[in-house]
């Protein structure tokens, strides 16, 4: 990919050019910041912005247009496409404690999956998109089958604290969480969805901010960020 898209804290969202390093696009709609942004998995002809307005928009990435708003009146923490169907389903995980499924051409509510006790900070999909896991403020990561608002797993642990930020391993086998007590934690994402005691990574500072962390496309490295500005490299 050539292109970034970025959402901030003034309602736009922004395509960048990587080799460039300048702003392509500018895309104004939202009256309050921009939580969260995704490409559309179809070549990112489109793409999703969820804001503080308590909406999320669907835009056309080359003309601007906003094709379509969907709100069920919760501020949208973080999107996810549905990967077996992106042009058709995506996933809202909300300050409400849900996260919720819409038919992206009706713009309805198709599925509630309501068991957390806190706002949902990520989703993210396993299992060949058969599986899909939340983690929220509440300490807790949940396990449900796609289209059953039923758990099927809890995860929680007198020790765990809230994981902002969810990354698959480019092998399809573990899933990799920054936790907010300053490490990053590996779980598997098949199977008992175990955590891999093991495999956890320290050395940086997120107690308090949702830092970003990120796998190599090769499996090698974690990148993660820093509440001090830097930016960590480690070994998988």
Request: overall charge neutral; proline content about 5%; some cysteine.
């Amino acid at each position: 990919g050539h292109l970034m898209l970025s959402g901030g804290l003034d309602g736009k969202c922004k395509v960048w050019s990587l080799p460039l390093k300048q702003v392509m696009r500018t895309y104004i709609g939202h009256r309050a910041a921009v939580r969260d942004v995704q490409f559309s998995p179809n070549a990112g002809v489109t793409f999703l912005s969820a804001s503080y307005d308590r909406y999320v928009r669907l835009w056309n990435t080359e003309t601007g247009e906003v094709l379509q708003t969907y709100t069920n009146r919760r501020v949208p923490y973080c999107l996810q496409y549905y990967p077996k169907k992106p042009d058709k389903f995506f996933c809202v995980g909300g300050s409400d404690h849900k996260v919720v499924t819409y038919d992206i051409e009706s713009g309805e509510i198709v599925q509630e999956y309501n068991h957390h006790l806190a706002p949902v900070n990520a989703i993210l999909f396993c299992e060949d998109a058969k599986k899909m896991v939340t983690s929220s403020d509440d300490k807790k990561i949940l396990v449900w089958e796609w289209d059953i608002g039923v758990p099927i797993k809890y995860i929680s642990d007198p020790t765990m604290h809230s994981i902002p930020v969810f990354r698959m391993h480019p092998t399809q086998l573990y899933l990799a969480g920054q936790s907010l007590d300053n490490q990053i934690v590996v779980y598997q994402s098949h199977g008992k969805f175990a955590q891999q005691r093991k495999k956890n990574f320290k050395g940086h500072n997120t107690s308090g901010y949702a830092c970003d962390v990120d796998i190599s496309p090769d499996g090698q490295f974690v990148v993660s960020g820093d509440s001090g500005g830097g930016v960590f490299f480690l070994g998988w």
